[in-house]
């Protein structure tokens, strides 16, 4: 199993940027694919980015890309996401999570969620 808890959340003004972490328990953090995502008020939750368990593979959602940039540290068993250009939009609680699947690239098949991170971005 994997735990996750998420850090780095805040509330910053348009334009600027926040760098969330997510710190992971387990042996076995670097076999997990990690993934990034959000879930403003009155909406459900999306996908934003995700990372293989070597780092060799990133995806992002179109929403993000350019600048949103997430990156693993298997040593320190943590995923980074860094968020720059902050949009109003990007307002959410953001999560981190782990998985173990085939579609993990695709933002399904993921089993280990952490409580997530508010995001609020003021324009």
């Known amino acids: 199993q994997v735990q996750v808890v998420e850090s780095g959340g805040g509330l910053v003004q348009a334009g600027s940027s926040l760098r969330l972490s997510c710190a992971a328990s387990?042996?076995?953090?670097?076999?997990?694919?990690m993934g990034w995502f959000r879930q403003a008020p009155g909406k459900e939750r999306e996908f934003v980015a995700a990372i293989s368990w070597s780092g060799g593979r990133i995806y992002y959602a179109d929403s993000v890309k350019g600048r949103f940039t997430i990156s693993r540290d298997n040593a320190k068993n943590t995923v980074y996401l860094q968020m720059n250009s902050l949009k109003p939009e990007d307002t959410a609680v953001y999560y981190c999570?782990?998985?173990?699947?085939?579609?993990?690239?695709?933002?399904?098949?993921?089993?280990?969620w952490g409580q997530g991170t508010q995001v609020t971005v003021s324009s």
């Open positions: 387990g042996r076995t953090f670097s076999s997990y694919a």
């Open positions: 999570a782990a998985s173990y699947g085939s579609k993990w690239w695709a933002g399904y098949e993921y089993d280990y």
